[in-house]
């Protein structure tokens, strides 16, 4: 029977070059989490893989592109693929991203950034009452990270995020890194931002690695997660509790070990932190 | 105020385009980086999504081309062809038919044949599955009823055509090939069949006849008809071999027989 919930444990970000050797060394890690849209497919062998991964461990569907915040209509062919999907997979969380991607029909297919707005918030909850609907549960949203913010912003990122969660009833996800990269890009306080959230409606964290070569950071997810964004893990867990925390890694990804090495710290200051509460 | 929608059209025509009107009604704040810089993050993580999406699935050209070719031609292949899905896996299908007419790729005839090679073993790699024909009702079938049979090939079969050796192109340009990687491209043209069976995508060469006959049923023609135009692109063409060749190898996986012959469709 698949598992409805993520376990509160650490998992990581499943990426071919790791399949085949998850497939057969089965490693002990809590739980998996996909990008949807590399199985919007028909057939052939990715989906098999990933029924068969299925079988052992917990997934999450992780989406990259549905475009929440656009001012175009939902797509809807998107949705439907990303429906298909999880009636097939019966994935144990389905998220997405507080961003939008598509302007007049023409994708950009990137995570790009929204004004903190009125009028952006109503749409983008339009539009994840709109998807939770048609899945038939509630989906998590995932705070991105930005480069830059604009000029009509009429509220913080966190107001902003707390208000999707509190207006539509789904889920958050966590980027504790986001939150880090965007702290130091934007001039603002972390800690405002997690006190702003309320714990109940985090159902998972995200941990990745920034790049800090240019000047400013961006998140590319291509290295092990800092030491302040550590620091800040700890803090979010201590007061959201201990939660499903991911380990991220889309860029030079290394080998498996050094996915399950951060997953292993991770899971240490989950059970820290659980013993604390107990 | 600027609606999401004209922000969002501004901020699109400010990365794509370099559109300098556009960046300004952004009205970008904070931090002591321009606006132009912050827009030119964005412009090269979307340029490089599409990059590293377009290598996944034109791996061959790309390394007949080299990086930085590869990279321009994206560039222009990009803002002349808007992607319209969220999944970025599945862009580039027009990719051989803008290599066909990108002035620097002129002396690269053979290139656009290459890149639609890449795509059917892309779309091959992701087509349905489907269950072998069921071979018993196929030889239920009255002989007097043969030459109406309409055949299905499996989802993934694609046909590729070329007047140059795209397959040895292909396979000399592989990661681990080894020993000789120049191809005369006097050599000739290849008639290539791609599909995906329990090993994976695999490419074989046709012969004229099996070409015209797996052509002709991919168009849903009746075997009558496919056999008369095999037989005519390749005197002698040995119908029967080739036929049990693709049931056997699943190109063929399922049949539809003409009413009120007994059959079914599978």
Not at chain 1, 2 to 15: C, K, N, Y
Not at chain 2, 91 to 97: K, R
Not at chain 2, 154 to 163: K, M, Q
Not at chain 2, 225 to 245: H, I, K, N, Q, V
Request: glycine residues 8%; proline residues 5%.
């Amino acid at each position: 029977m698949p598992a409805t919930q993520l376990p509160v444990s650490a998992g990581i970000g499943l990426r071919a070059p790791h399949l085949t050797q998850i497939r057969t060394e089965r490693p002990a890690i809590g739980w998996l989490e996909v990008h949807s849209e590399n199985y919007f497919v028909d057939g052939g062998p990715a989906l098999a893989a990933l029924d068969a991964i299925r079988s052992d461990y917990a997934v999450s569907l992780h989406g990259v592109g549905l475009s929440l915040g656009s001012a175009d209509a939902l797509d809807r062919a998107h949705l439907s693929k990303l429906k298909r999907l999880a009636d097939r997979i019966e994935p144990a969380a389905v998220s997405e991203h507080l961003c939008w991607g598509h302007v007049d029909g023409r994708h950009l297919n990137d995570l790009l950034p929204l004004p903190f707005t009125e009028e952006a918030l109503e749409i983008l909850c339009d539009r994840i009452d709109k998807v939770q609907a048609a899945l038939g549960r509630a989906i998590l949203v995932e705070n991105v990270s930005a480069y830059l913010r604009f000029g009509c912003d009429a509220m913080a990122e966190w107001e902003f995020v707390a208000s999707v969660a509190s207006r539509t009833g789904c889920k958050l996800l966590f980027d504790v890194n986001n939150v880090y990269v965007n702290a130091v890009n934007h001039g603002f306080d972390p800690r405002a931002y997690l006190e702003a959230i309320p714990a109940s409606a985090v159902a998972e964290i995200h941990l990745a690695g920034f790049d800090a070569s240019g000047a400013c950071l961006i998140d590319n997810h291509g290295s092990r997660a800092a030491p302040p964004v550590w620091a800040l893990y700890r803090e979010s867990i201590e007061r959201f509790g201990p939660k499903p925390t991911l380990i991220e890694w889309d860029t030079e990804i290394p080998a498996l070990d050094v996915l399950l090495d951060e997953a292993a710290k991770a899971q240490r200051m989950l059970e820290a932190c659980d013993a604390i509460a107990a | 105020m600027q609606s999401l929608r004209e922000l969002q059209r501004a901020f699109c025509a400010a990365t794509l385009f370099g559109d300098t009107t556009a960046l300004a009604s952004l009205e970008l704040v904070g931090g002591s980086l321009q606006a132009g810089a912050r827009i030119e993050v964005y412009r090269n993580n979307i340029l490089g999504n599409y990059r590293k999406a377009l290598a996944a699935t034109y791996p061959v050209v790309r390394r007949l081309v080299g990086e930085s070719f590869f990279s321009a031609a994206v560039e222009h292949f990009v803002l002349g062809h808007p992607s319209t899905r969220g999944d970025v896996n599945r862009y580039g299908g027009e990719f051989a038919m803008f290599l066909a007419s990108y002035a620097p790729a002129r002396d690269l005839a053979y290139l656009p044949d290459v890149a639609r090679l890449e795509w059917a073993i892309d779309q091959a790699n992701i087509a349905a599955d489907a269950a072998p024909i069921d071979v018993d009702a196929l030889a239920g079938v009255p002989i007097a009823a043969q030459g109406s049979l309409r055949f299905t090939l499996h989802p993934s079969v694609r046909l590729v055509v070329s007047a140059y050796p795209i397959l040895r192109i292909w396979r000399v340009n592989q990661p681990d090939s080894v020993g000789e990687d120049r191809v005369d491209l006097g050599e000739g043209g290849d008639a290539l069949l791609v599909r995906r069976g329990s090993g994976g995508v695999s490419i074989e060469r046709l012969g004229e006849g099996e070409r015209a006959l797996l052509a002709a049923l991919a168009a849903n023609t009746t075997l009558a008809d496919a056999t008369a135009g095999a037989t005519e692109a390749e005197p002698g063409f040995d119908l029967a071999a080739a036929l049990r060749r693709h049931v056997a190898g699943q190109t063929i996986v399922g049949f539809l027989a003409p009413p009120p012959a007994r059959g079914k469709r599978t």
